[in-house]
């Protein structure tokens, strides 16, 4: 079976769990043959927790950079991102743009963030009907995202509307696609273009990620397609991940009504609820790219020069030798290591940023004294092994 029969039929799509159980059992990890667009001998995926955690901490002889193995036709400037990068230029970029999501960053954009979580809500709950994905979860993170970058939120809004056909487009495992591919490439372009127009216009809040990264252009020390790069791939991790946190976690708490309750009383659960929902439904399943260079070893297990390797997130986020009773969704979990943000050199410096938008979210929606139900008993996840998230969440007033 290829990669798509595999991880993006329709039941893997509603529940991939049993899979990734199945593969936990094995004792070699799963051998994919390579892709066209990606010049290597195939990728091996790894499915155990002490793997996967072995497979972030590791960093001797494995590269993450895309470019020197993709195929010169489906190049893109999206491959300029900091997940694809090595060594010092990995530390350079990552050290410059962490700073813009520091606690100290976090807590400038509390109000406004506050603010906009009040509006969203009180205009979600007008109707006796809501979709909770596309009239809270989704606008909530593009407009933080567009704030720290320095974009406005109503352009950005507009660019949402395409960002599945992208999402799906770099899902590795569908290999190449030629109708996705020129669907990236358009995207992209449209994006590019915009970018331009914004700039010349001068219409970038001064202060902002973008006036500053502008600033390092002009010095010469970046180039034009590494800032374009650099703000797509940011707009793009910075809003997709978290519309899948605050969506799963407010539908697991709907379909648990006894945590919500708990939660509701106690709102110090609201940190532990978070994480469980990272683990329970893991916004990014997997990792990155990455290929080894030379012979490494993961826990024994020998990993050839030009052969990829991944890992995954979900499943090492359910493995029962890590975690007591991992089906279970509890809120109250107390030792939850999961993997969910990554961990070593390429670790999500978005973490907090994340956790805070999903913490002021719920906790404003519990608080709110409006009744609502969901209407649809069995959700719909979208087709898309590397990101799982709710495609729509339809909710009706009581
Ligand atoms: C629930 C939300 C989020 C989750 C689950 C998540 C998950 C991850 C994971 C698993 C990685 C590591 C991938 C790998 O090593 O292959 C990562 C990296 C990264 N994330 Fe996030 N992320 C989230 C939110 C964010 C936000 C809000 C931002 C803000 C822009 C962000 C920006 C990044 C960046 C820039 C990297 C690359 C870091 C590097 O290569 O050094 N993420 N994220």
């Not at 707009?235 to 697991?252: D, M, P, Q, V």
């Not at 309750?261 to 532990?272: D, P, R």
């Not at 969901?374 to 590397?386: A, D, G, I, Q």
């Amino acid at each position: 079976m290829n990669s798509d029969e595999l991880f993006l039929n329709e039941a893997f799509i509603k529940n991939p769990y049993p899979f990734y159980k199945d593969l936990r059992c094995q004792s070699k990890p799963l051998w994919l043959k390579a892709e066209p667009e990606i010049k290597t001998e195939g990728t091996w995926v790894f499915s155990k927790y002490k793997d996967v955690y072995e497979v972030f901490r590791q960093t001797e002889n494995i590269s993450k950079d895309i470019n020197q193995v993709r195929a010169e036709d489906n190049k893109s400037i999206f491959d300029l991102n900091l997940l694809n990068m090595d060594g010092l230029k990995h530390t350079e970029h990552r050290k410059l743009l962490m700073q813009y999501f520091s606690a100290a960053k976090i807590e400038l954009i509390l109000p406004l963030l506050n603010k906009k979580i009040e509006e969203l809500l009180s205009d979600m709950l007008k109707n006796k009907e809501f979709n909770f994905v596309s009239d809270f979860a989704e606008p909530l993170p593009i407009f933080v995202i567009g704030l720290i970058i320095g974009l406005p939120f109503d352009d950005l809004k507009i660019f949402r509307n395409t960002f599945n056909d992208f999402l799906n487009s770099i899902d590795r495992f569908q290999g190449k696609n030629d109708i996705s591919y020129l669907k990236r490439i358009e995207f992209l372009n449209s994006f590019k273009s915009y970018l331009k127009v914004i700039i010349a216009q001068k219409k970038i809040d001064e202060g902002s990620l973008l006036s500053d990264l502008l600033g390092l252009q002009r010095k010469g020390n970046l180039s034009e397609d590494e800032l374009m790069g650099m703000i797509f791939f940011l707009f793009f991790s910075g809003h997709e991940t978290s519309i899948s946190l605050i969506s799963s976690l407010f539908y697991l708490l709907k379909k648990n009504p006894s945590q919500l309750e708990s939660l509701k009383k106690n709102h110090e659960l609201i940190s532990s609820a978070i994480e469980e929902a990272l683990r329970y439904e893991s916004p990014l399943q997997r990792s990155s790219f990455r290929i080894v260079q030379n012979t490494i070893h993961i826990n024994g297990f020998t990993v050839q020069n030009n052969q990829q390797i991944i890992a995954l997130i979900g499943s090492a986020n359910r493995d029962e030798t890590v975690f007591v009773d991992p089906d279970v969704f509890d809120i109250a979990r107390q030792n939850n290591p999961h993997l969910a943000f990554g961990f070593g050199i390429h670790n999500c410096f978005g973490r907090l940023l994340a956790v805070t938008e999903a913490r002021l979210a719920i906790l404003a929606l519990i608080n709110s004294d409006f009744n609502f139900e969901l209407y649809e008993c069995t959700p719909h996840w979208k087709k898309n092994s590397f990101v799982r998230s709710l495609e729509s969440l339809m909710c009706r007033a009581t």
